[in-house]
């Protein structure tokens, strides 16, 4: 699994030109679902070994809301949206069309589960086209606790401590309001899958 420390700057390009159309096509979707028009930023990728991954994403004592989807067909794994518990609250907020509540509800943790559900399929399926694969995303479960304990939780499933996380931050801009919204998609490729996406940057 050394591979992951030898990609060159013209491989880690290729990634980011994905995780760039897919935050893309993550954008147009939340537009559509709030109804305010929504850019975004040029999105960071990040490669690193599952455990470096939470101090990156928030510090460890910092409440998330986390949504969980495996991905099933040609390529195997699973995906994990993460928001601060600021971001996600006003999300559902925006989704629900009315003021942020300071409590995830019901209703709150419906919109999130559909957003993350929405913007994750976003994501799989430029991994999907660039790829030239097919990609399935199961249902999306949904985790509300500290930063540490969803990424351990996360970590403990998936298995061993070669697991490597590809992690997009991205920036939602809405310029009507001035608000902005960050998040981040964490995708966690299974051993063979893994080698799949080296293998298709390397040829990109």
Do not use: W
């Not at 080698?195 to 940057?201: D, S, Y």
């Amino acid at each position: 699994m050394e591979d992951l420390r030898t990609l060159k700057a013209i491989q880690l390009d290729a990634l980011r030109e994905v995780a760039n159309i897919g935050a893309g096509h993550a954008a147009t979707a939340l537009s559509q679902m709030i109804g305010e028009t929504i850019m975004i930023t040029v999105p960071r990728i990040n490669v690193s070994p599952l455990e470096e991954v939470p101090p990156q994403v928030a510090e460890p004592d910092e409440p998330v809301a986390a949504v969980l989807m495996h991905m099933l067909g040609d390529l195997t794994g699973r995906t994990l949206l993460v928001f601060p518990r600021r971001t996600a609250l006003r999300l559902a907020g925006l989704l629900l069309r009315r003021a942020s509540s300071d409590e995830f509800t019901e209703m709150e943790q419906s919109a999130i589960k559909e957003a993350g559900n929405i913007l994750s399929s976003a994501y799989m399926n430029a991994l999907s086209d660039f790829m030239g694969m097919m990609l399935l995303p199961s249902p999306p479960s949904l985790a509300i606790d500290m930063s540490n304990a969803v990424l351990t939780t996360a970590y403990l499933q998936f298995g061993s401590d070669k697991d490597y996380v590809f992690c997009v931050e991205s920036e939602f801009v809405m310029n009507d309001i001035e608000e902005h919204l960050r998040g981040y998609f964490l995708l966690l490729p299974d051993p063979a899958s893994l080698q799949a996406i080296l293998k298709a940057v390397r040829v990109a």
